[in-house]
């Protein structure tokens, strides 16, 4: 993703109709700078940023048809990855 980052659609796509929110990457730079927890973006805000600036997508994204999983903290869950990769 670092070496190609998504354009602005694909990461609309992506988000579709979950909260931006679980997108965002807290330990990114332009996260703490924009001090987004206290002021988070809008929805098409964060995502012309995440287009512009890869760090700020939370990862690893895994998606299995309409299921999708963002980041490492669902992972610690053995049922719901097993679920997601089966």
Do not use: C, W
Request: no cysteine; hydrophobic share 35%; proline share 8%.
């Amino acid at each position: 993703m670092a070496k190609t980052p998504p354009n602005e659609d694909e990461v609309r796509e992506l988000v579709g109709n979950r909260p931006i929110e679980q997108f965002l990457n807290p330990r990114s730079e332009i996260f703490r700078e924009r001090r987004m927890k206290e002021n988070p973006p809008s929805k098409e805000e964060a995502v012309k940023l995440m287009a512009g600036d890869a760090n700020l997508i939370l990862r690893p994204i895994l998606v299995r048809g309409a299921r999708i999983h963002i980041g490492f903290e669902g992972l610690r869950d053995e049922r719901a990855y097993r679920d997601l990769i089966a």
